[in-house]
């Protein structure tokens, strides 16, 4: 079981950035692989970034590659999303989720546990 609780989301302006964090419980942490999500208003859930079990590879979705960086520090039972150059079209709850298989897939059904999500605005 891992309890996941997503933190750092907030009203920024266009082009800024914010860091999300994602706390997770749990005494197995390194071996899942993590994910980062998002969901807008009206929209279906989006792949943004995951990174394998111990941080070997990353992979991003379409819309952030180049903007949006997934790290994890398996020391702080963490995962983050250094988000840059942030677009109006980025506003959305976002969610990490833990992938029990550890690949990071960017199949959001491959995964296990998610969090409650944090709110991130992008004002224009």
């Known amino acids: 079981q891992v309890e996941l609780v997503e933190s750092g989301g907030g009203l920024v302006q266009a082009g800024g950035s914010l860091r999300l964090s994602c706390a997770a419980s749990g005494h197995t942490f390194s071996t899942y692989g993590m994910g980062w999500f998002r969901q807008a208003p009206g929209k279906e859930r989006e792949f943004v970034g995951g990174i394998t079990r111990y941080g070997h590879s990353t992979d991003y979705g379409d819309s952030v590659k180049g903007r949006f960086t997934i790290s994890r520090d398996d020391a702080k039972n963490s995962v983050y999303l250094q988000m840059s150059s942030l677009k109006p079209e980025d506003t959305a709850n976002y969610y990490c989720?833990?992938?029990?298989?550890?690949?990071?897939?960017?199949?959001?059904?491959?995964?296990?546990?998610w969090g409650q999500g944090t709110q991130v605005t992008v004002s224009s």
């Open positions: 989720a833990a992938d029990p298989m550890g690949w990071g897939t960017s199949d959001s059904r491959k995964y296990d546990y």
